[in-house]
T-cell receptor
Framework: AQKITQTQPGMFVQEKEAVTLDCTYDTSDPSYGLFWYKQPSSGEMIFLIY??????QNATEGRYSLNFQKARKSANLVISASQLGDSAMYFC????????????FGKGTHLIIQP | ETGVTQTPRHLVMGMTNKKSLKCEQHLGHNAMYWYKQSAKKPLELMFV???????ENNSVPSRFSPECPNSSHLFLHLHTLQPEDSALYLC???????????????FGPGTRLTVT
């Protein structure tokens, strides 16, 4: 079985600062994918970034980067130069590799960016 | 319409009612999913459809009945629900390829369901 742990229920960060959201995972699958999603108050889940278990380099998408440490089973999300619009719930998720497979989600981190 | 759409956005129903949630994806994907998001709980996978066949049913009570008539549409039929079924129901889709190790899922805006 897969498990995602997000240990930060909530975070307050000053605007323009970088922020790191923690995520650790547990799986016995040799191949898997790791994802981060953003959920604003409107409810829609917005895909941010993906990291494959065999990818050698950390994934980056604009201001988002994923700090993947396979030996530690961690996949932290780093947001550089935070903006007020970054305030939202952030969810870490994982899937087994290949095929149609549902995602296993963590409980999420509520990020609030302060001006 | 683009992306993944869901209707209705809000639904209030009594425990004896029958209603259906609709999801439509405009991304040309071949897999669709239903998730349930309850307060203070992680998102829970309910059903997975790949190429219009159900490939996963995550121990969901029979009062929830999914239907996938084609690769673009997914329904969740509801009957005799309980108040604890009140939640945000999210639909997602993805393009599954045999050669890919994994793939991202794109979500709709969700249906906020309240059972009275």
């Amino acid at each position: 079985a897969q498990k995602i742990t997000q240990t930060q229920p909530g975070m307050f960060v000053q605007e323009k600062e970088a922020v790191t959201l923690d995520c650790t995972y547990d799986t016995s699958d040799p191949s898997y994918g790791l994802f981060w999603y953003k959920q604003p108050s409107s409810g829609e889940m917005i895909f941010l970034i993906y990291q494959g278990s065999y990818d050698q380099q950390n994934a980056t998408e604009g201001r988002y980067s994923l700090n993947f440490q396979k030996a530690r089973k961690s996949a932290n999300l780093v947001i550089s130069a935070s903006q007020l619009g970054d305030s939202a719930m952030y969810f870490c998720a994982m899937s087994r590799g290949g095929g149609a497979d549902g995602l296993t989600f963590g409980k999420g981190t509520h990020l609030i960016i302060q001006p | 319409e683009t992306g993944v759409t869901q209707t209705p956005r809000h639904l209030v129903m009594g425990m004896t009612n029958k209603k259906s949630l609709k999801c439509e994806q405009h991304l040309g994907h071949n897999a669709m999913y239903w998730y349930k998001q309850s307060a203070k709980k992680p998102l829970e996978l309910m059903f997975v459809y790949s190429l219009e066949e159900r490939v996963e049913n995550n121990s969901v009570p029979s009062r929830f009945s999914p239907e996938c008539p084609n690769s673009s549409h997914l329904f969740l039929h509801l009957h005799t629900l309980q108040p604890e079924d009140s939640a945000l129901y999210l639909c997602a889709s993805s393009q599954v390829r045999q050669s890919e190790s994994s793939y991202e899922q794109y979500f709709g805006p969700g249906t906020r369901l309240t059972v009275t």
